[in-house]
């Protein structure tokens, strides 16, 4: 198989870009489609160009996770091409029912906030931040969506790929196998850099907040079996080695989870309390990953004991 070329499509927020990866051979296969801009479009049309393709020969997409950060181009996509989409079975409902589904995720979000003590204007400040990224993508044939679960094999550039759901960045995330070669789509599962635990509602119990960094560890612990030695990752560089890389993330959670710690001992008690002493350079824009991450080693504190009761409950 040729290897997947890497197309970095612009985000401006948090990651300088996103990636979405043209993979060759059959079925000509698009994984991810970036944020829907006509700068992103214009640039995509052009990188495939520049590989000598267009995107009417695109036979597939292939998509991680329902984020507008990597199903935003979507729309043009399919209008442009023949393409089948495949999607996790879990996200169906953000193609069928967009708008309904981000305004629960909007009203989750505005309790969340509420909940972890921070202040309405900075709650109003990720809002408008997160809205960047777009609003909910509209597809109009849903005859072309072929939605995959857990397990199952799907066929790119004349090889099978198996789909695993791997949660923590947020519950339906799915990432592409192909473990005789050691090699995974990572989607936003495992990042060069830091690893972003985005909370959101548990979709095992409605209305209530899920543990994102907890599971995410678990994703960790299943990839590091594999001994993958090329990721293609949602934002950032292809990397090679991901158990180091995987360490790297664990050494430095426990770090962080710990300092946590000492702030919420020292009377820090609130997740925006501790915001401002374990992210002090990072308020204005907020720092939406800060948040998160906070939530995370509070749910680890409580897990472990070392803390009574975390923010969430
Ligand atoms: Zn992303």
Redesign the pocket.
């Known amino acids: 198989m040729q290897e997947p070329i890497r197309i970095e499509l612009s985000l401006g927020v948090m990651f300088p870009s996103?990636n979405c990866y043209l993979v060759p051979g059959a079925p000509l296969t698009l994984v991810d489609c970036g944020v829907n801009t006509v700068e992103n479009w214009t640039l995509l049309q052009q990188k495939i160009a520049e590989h000598g393709y267009k995107v009417s020969d695109i036979e597939q997409v292939l998509i991680t996770h329902e984020?507008q950060?990597?199903i935003g181009l979507l729309p043009q996509i399919m209008e442009h091409s023949k393409a089948i989409i495949r999607a996790p079975k879990a996200i169906e409902g953000w193609f069928r029912r967009p708008e309904e589904m981000q305004a629960a995720l909007y009203t989750f979000q505005e309790k969340l906030y509420s909940q972890v003590g921070f202040p309405k204007e900075m709650a109003e400040n990720i809002k408008h931040w997160v809205a960047q990224m777009g609003t909910a993508t509209r597809v109009k044939d849903l005859s072309r969506f072929e939605f995959f679960e857990e397990g199952e094999y799907i066929e790119m550039g004349h090889t099978q790929w198996e789909a695993l759901n791997t949660p923590g960045h947020c519950p339906s995330q799915f990432v592409f196998l192909q473990a005789a070669e050691k090699r995974m789509f990572s989607s936003?599962m495992l990042l060069p850099i830091a690893p972003m635990p985005i909370v959101s509602e548990d979709p095992t119990q409605a209305g209530q907040t899920n543990r994102a960094l907890k599971d995410l560890l678990v994703s960790f612990a299943r990839l590091q079996t594999l001994n993958l030695q090329t990721i293609y990752p949602?934002?950032g560089p292809i990397f090679s080695d991901a158990n180091a890389v995987i360490e790297r993330q664990l050494a430095r959670i426990e770090m962080r989870k710990m300092e946590c710690l000492k702030w919420y001992q020292a009377g820090y008690t609130t997740v925006y309390a501790i915001h401002q002493k374990m992210y002090p350079y990072h308020q204005v824009p907020p720092n939406f990953s800060g948040l998160h991450m906070i939530i995370g080693y509070l749910d680890l504190l409580r897990a472990e004991g070392l803390i009574e009761k975390t923010i969430a409950q």
Request: proline share 0%.
């Open positions: 996103v984020h950060d990597h936003d949602g934002h």
